[in-house]
C-alpha cells in the first residue's frame, strides 16, 4: 500500500498569501496524484487532477506540480473562502489512498 | 449534470446490519467505477473500495476486506455497501465516489454522504 503523506498537518494563514501543501508517496506514483478540497459540513471537491491538470470552476489561484514521489498543492492569493481541508490521493495502484490531510485556518 | 445521491442518515445499535445506497444520474452508469470512502468523525478520508457496474468487478482495500461488500444494481444505476455486525466503530460519514475507467483516474464526483450512528 502507497503511504501519502502531507505537510503541514494545519497552517494558520492571512488572505492574500501564498500557500504551499506537499504531498510525498512512499514509492514513485506518476502524476496519480489527485488533490481535493473539503469544507466543514461538506462533500470533498476535486481541486487539481493528475498532479498539474486544472478542473473546470475551480478558481486560477489553485494550482498543483510535482511527479514521481513529490507533489505540491499552491493556492496564490489566499482568499477567507479557502478556509477548508485539502487531501491529496494516489490512483496509481490499489488500493487508492489519501494524504492524512492539511487543514487551513484564515487569519 | 452529473449525480450521486446517497441514502439517509441511519441510527443503528451494535451488531445490526446496515445497507447504504448511491444512486448516480446524467452520465452512463457502467462506464465509470463507483468507490466508497469512510469518514470517521474529525478524521481523514478513507478509500474502502470500488465497483464497475458494466460487469461487477469489484476491488477491496485490504482494511476493508471482508468486513463489508460492494454491491451495484445497474438496472437502476445504483450502487450499495453492506455492513453486517455493526460496531460503534463503524460510525462514520460515508461516501460513494465516481471514478474514471482510465489508468489512475481522480474521483470526480461525490456524494452527499451518508452519516451512521452505530450506537447502543
Known amino acids: 500500500e502507497i503511504v501519502l503523506t502531507q505537510s503541514p498537518d494545519f497552517q494558520s494563514v492571512t488572505p492574500k498569501e501564498k500557500v504551499t501543501i506537499t504531498c510525498r508517496a512512499s514509492q514513485s506514483i506518476g502524476s496519480s496524484l489527485h488533490w481535493y478540497q473539503q469544507k466543514p459540513d461538506q462533500s470533498p471537491k476535486l481541486l487539481i487532477k493528475?498532479?498539474?491538470q486544472s478542473i473546470s470552476g475551480v478558481p486560477s489561484r489553485f494550482s498543483g506540480s510535482g511527479s514521481g514521489t513529490d507533489f505540491t498543492l499552491t493556492i496564490n492569493s489566499l482568499e477567507a473562502e479557502d478556509a477548508a481541508t485539502y487531501y491529496c490521493h494516489q490512483s496509481s495502484s490499489l488500493p487508492d489512498t489519501f494524504g492524512q490531510g492539511t487543514k487551513l485556518e484564515i487569519k | 449534470e452529473v449525480q450521486l445521491v446517497q441514502s439517509g442518515a441511519e441510527v443503528k445499535k451494535p451488531g445490526e446490519s446496515l445497507k447504504i445506497s448511491c444512486k448516480g444520474s446524467e452520465y452512463s452508469f457502467t462506464s465509470y467505477w463507483i468507490g466508497w470512502v469512510r469518514q470517521m468523525p474529525g478524521k481523514g478520508l478513507e478509500w474502502m473500495g470500488i465497483?464497475?457496474?458494466?460487469?461487477?468487478?469489484?476491488r477491496y482495500s485490504p482494511s476493508f476486506q471482508g468486513q463489508v461488500t460492494i454491491s451495484a444494481d445497474k438496472s437502476i444505476s445504483t450502487a450499495y455497501l453492506h455492513r453486517s455486525s455493526l460496531k460503534a466503530s463503524d460510525t462514520a460519514m460515508y461516501y460513494c465516489?465516481?471514478?474514471?475507467?482510465?489508468?489512475?483516474?481522480?474521483?470526480?464526483?461525490w456524494g452527499q454522504g451518508t452519516l451512521v450512528t452505530v450506537s447502543s
Open positions: 465516489v465516481r471514478r474514471g475507467s482510465s489508468f489512475g483516474a481522480n474521483f470526480d464526483y
Open positions: 465497483i464497475y457496474p458494466g460487469d461487477s468487478d469489484t
Open positions: 493528475y498532479a498539474s
